[in-house]
């Protein structure tokens, strides 16, 4: 269920602005850490990089760690050496702050979204913990 509501997603968020709870904070400079930074959870980040239910980032990106995965979007190896943790944080939160074309979804944001199911509208994919523990396993992969 969560895989179909992340590929709809993506099909209608072609928006140009963060969500009323990340907008004030979100610049293309990046997203500031949100208070979940404090408990963030390398392995819990790992398992949600993988899981390809719930968040689907393994479809589309090589995640650090393991040989396989999706080529749609960049390599997720290094990320963490070539972006600074607030813009690695924005580009998951809502990608279109900073790429109003992407096809990413906006993991953290349901600002400009559209026809969506009653059950899911005004829910995130992510919520605030777990975007904090996949940025926590992008910045400290394992060593290879």
Request: aromatic share 6%.
């Amino acid at each position: 269920m969560r895989l179909l509501f992340v590929c709809f997603w993506m099909l209608v968020s072609g928006v140009h602005a963060a969500d009323n709870a990340t907008a004030a904070k979100s610049t293309v400079d990046g997203m500031p850490a949100t208070k979940s930074a404090a408990t963030a959870n390398v392995e819990r980040g790992r398992k949600l990089l993988l899981n390809r239910q719930d968040t689907g980032c393994i479809l589309c990106h090589v995640v650090p760690g393991f040989k396989d995965g999706g080529d749609m979007g960049p390599s997720l190896v290094g990320v963490g050496q070539r972006l600074s943790p607030e813009l690695l944080r924005q580009r998951i939160a809502d990608p279109r702050v900073i790429n109003p074309q992407t096809f990413m979804p906006a993991y953290f944001s349901t600002k400009g979204l559209q026809n969506v199911a009653k059950p899911l509208k005004g829910k995130t994919v992510l919520t605030e913990q777990a975007l904090e523990d996949i940025i926590s396993y992008l910045l400290n992969p394992p060593k290879d």
